[in-house]
């Protein structure tokens, strides 16, 4: 070999993140075949059908690939078939670890025992419907890992319109509960077209591939609460299944798109916000985390987070998901500043970043929801 002074052997191993999947729909339910408390990716109806063989289960799963726009993948946890609400919580605890963004459990109407609280003195899980929202809301909260994040569906009895159901831990903007007048399985369908549509997009009036009665103006101000021109939605936590007559054609849409904190000036009263917020916060933790151990905290080296966080951002706000953002990250302010002219307060808040290897990071996000309400005030001259 001749002498080379300088010597280069180049190598690629440029890193791309994996997607993050945004409609991926758990379902847990009873079965008379198949593996007991297992989550099973179900990809057709057939799956489902050669796996499970029949029960609320299968059903719920046909109903949800009926959707259109819906779920392209389901995991599947067949519970155990008696009766005892410990079974769900086995079912619910083996979907933690599926990669899953809405839960829903097939045909579990919200009755009087399926909300109801823990037994006597704590014990016991309590009712399958607290259980899913008590599933949601821990595994979102950590409990599950990173991107876990998830929110569940459950619907009231069929022809219910009274919202009082929904109180205590059943309150919170990780469930959607939805109304109906259906014998079918109304959360598997509406958790299906919830999958089915991009996180920032808004259920109002998205169709439901479902047969249910409309409800009557009397029934949807007690579902809804009152309305009047000049004020927004009002909103009491449950959605319902509506027919408009101003949409031509005959069909079955989602009257709101409420999460269960649907109070009027809730910061997450709307399902698609959650869900926003749920697929943009994984995504940035995707990117980052090639940066745990490996980026310095100087100015080059934090110049090269906030890059990696706007090349996450970037085509949220090209696809119009998000209005604006905007970085922030203090300690590299003070970075840029000529280190003679810190102050004693300054200079040891850069030291402690270094010494405690943790940076602080500001992100500011502008979000503009879709139309729900629309006054107009009509003038003849």
């Known amino acids: 070999m ?14 791309s993140p994996p997607a993050q999947a945004f409609g991926n729909l758990g379902i847990a339910g009873k079965a008379t075949a198949g593996p007991f408390d297992k989550a099973t990716a179900i990809t057709s109806p057939q799956d489902a059908k050669d796996i499970f063989q029949g029960g609320d289960l299968v059903d ?87 991107g ?25 903007d990780r469930m959607v509960y939805i109304a109906h007048k259906s014998d079918a399985d109304a959360a598997a369908a509406v958790a299906a077209v919830i999958a089915g549509y ?14 249910s009665d409309p409800f009557t103006p009397s029934e949807i101000l007690q579902i809804n609460g009152n309305e ?10 449950i959605n319902w299944l509506t027919d408009p007559p101003l949409i031509p054609g005959r069909g079955i849409f989602l ?20 869900r926003t917020l749920d697929y943009i916060t ?42 604006s953002y905007r970085v922030t ?7 840029d500043k000529d280190p003679a002219t810190l102050t004693a307060a300054q200079a040891t808040a850069i030291g402690d970043a270094q010494a405690t290897r943790r940076v602080e990071v500001l992100i500011e996000v502008d979000y503009a929801g879709a139309l729900h309400r629309l006054d107009i005030t009509l003038k003849f001259v």
């Not at 990250?329 to 970075?335: D, E, F, N, Q, R």
């Open 198 to 211: 991009e996180p920032h997009v808004s259920l109002l009036l998205k169709p439901v591939a479902i047969v």
């Open 329 to 335: 990250v203090p300690i590299l302010a003070l970075l």
């Open 60 to 146: 719920a799963i046909v109903l949800a690939f009926s959707q259109s726009p819906g779920p392209s993948l389901i995991y599947a946890v067949r519970a155990q078939n008696a009766a005892a609400a410990g079974d769900w919580e086995t079912a619910l605890t083996a979907m933690i670890v599926a990669d899953v963004q809405i839960v829903c459990l097939a045909n579990v109407p919200m009755t009087a025992a399926a909300v109801a609280a823990p037994g006597g003195g704590g014990a016991g899980p309590g009712g399958p419907i607290l259980q899913l929202a008590q599933h949601v809301k821990t595994v979102s909260q950590g409990t599950g890992g990173d």
């Open 228 to 237: 009047g021109f000049g004020t927004g939605p009002a909103g009491l936590g």
């Open 282 to 323: 994984n995504m940035l933790k995707r990117r980052l985390i090639i940066s745990i151990g490996n980026v310095r905290i100087s100015r080059s080296g934090l110049r090269s987070l906030v890059g990696q966080m706007e090349a996450v951002l970037e085509p949220p706000l090209s696809a119009q998901m998000i209005e």
């Open 148 to 172: 876990r994040e998830r929110i569940g569906v459950a619907m009231l009895e069929k022809g219910a319109t009274d919202p009082v159901i929904v109180a205590g831990d059943l309150v919170t």
């Open 255 to 274: 009257g709101e798109g409420y999460t269960a904190d649907g109070a009027a000036g809730q910061p997450k009263k709307y399902i698609d916000i959650v």
């Open 2 to 15: 001749t002498v080379q002074y300088v010597r280069v052997k180049a190598q690629s191993e440029l890193f």
